[in-house]
């Protein structure tokens, strides 16, 4: 079985620049999550999406940050414009179902680099 | 405010011996607690998964404890191989709706 796929794997972008990120997470897998991970620190949850619906988006920065998953398929998360404090590792995961007896899978992350 | 504390941020243990990793939360009264393992430049990888209702959970050579009056839970690893070193994380599930809240992290190091 394929895990969840992320990339790019690497991004290096000046501040008030725009990056996207691109998760595929595991087939089947109707819950969708991006967590940010700032060195040194647990990954932080900015949104949970399932299938195409939001579930939560409580901690996302709304006025830079925006995610979507048309499908409810693939998702894409975008930060526009990059601030420096934005430098950390933007997770993905994917689980089966939304209650927490359904295990998340974590892709190998994007490390961001805003300079 | 909400917090979640995991004992120190690095743990050496030498090989065979039990390593105990400690998180502790306050102003929580979470549905689900998990652990995972994450090695650098790795996403998080589940280990386990304990209910508030449990008192333990063993997987091979892990154990887990959840104290929900002390607000701790308590991860163990018995006969510790170097193969184990890595960072651990334990996350609170405040609403069974499967959204985390991460620890810090403990990285442990395991000494041959």
């Known amino acids: 079985e394929a895990g969840v796929a992320q990339s790019p794997r690497y991004k290096i972008i000046e501040k008030r620049q725009s990056v996207a990120f691109w998760c595929n997470p595991i087939?089947?897998?109707?819950?969708l999550y991006w967590y940010q991970q700032i060195l040194g620190q647990g990954p932080k949850l900015l949104i949970q999406?399932?299938?195409?619906?939001?579930?939560?988006d409580s901690q996302l920065p709304k006025d830079r940050f925006s995610a979507e998953r048309l499908k409810g398929v693939d998702s894409t998360l975008k930060i526009q414009p990059a601030k420096l404090e934005d430098s950390a590792v933007y997770l993905c995961?994917?689980?089966?179902?939304?209650?927490?007896?359904?295990?998340?899978?974590f892709g190998p992350g994007t490390r961001l680099t805003v300079t | 405010s909400q917090k979640i504390e995991q004992n120190s941020e690095a743990l050496n243990i030498q090989e065979g011996k039990t390593a105990t990793l400690t998180c502790n939360y306050t102003?929580?009264?979470?549905?689900?607690l998990q652990w995972y393992r994450q090695d650098p430049g790795r996403g998080p990888v589940f280990l386990l998964l304990?209910?508030?209702?449990?008192k333990e959970k063993r997987k091979e050579r892990l154990k887990v404890t959840f104290d929900t009056t002390l607000k701790q839970s308590l991860f163990h690893i018995t006969a510790s191989q170097p193969a184990d070193s890595a960072t651990y994380l334990c996350?609170?599930?405040?609403?069974?709706?499967?959204?985390?809240?991460f620890g810090t992290g403990t990285r442990l190091t395991v000494i041959p």
């Open positions: 995961a994917s689980s089966l179902g939304t209650g927490s007896s359904y295990e998340q899978y």
């Open positions: 087939s089947g897998h109707a819950t």
């Open positions: 999406f399932q299938n195409n619906g939001v579930v939560d």
């Open positions: 102003n929580y009264s979470p549905a689900y």
């Open positions: 304990i209910r508030e209702n449990e």
């Open positions: 996350a609170l599930d405040l609403t069974g709706a499967n959204n985390l809240f």
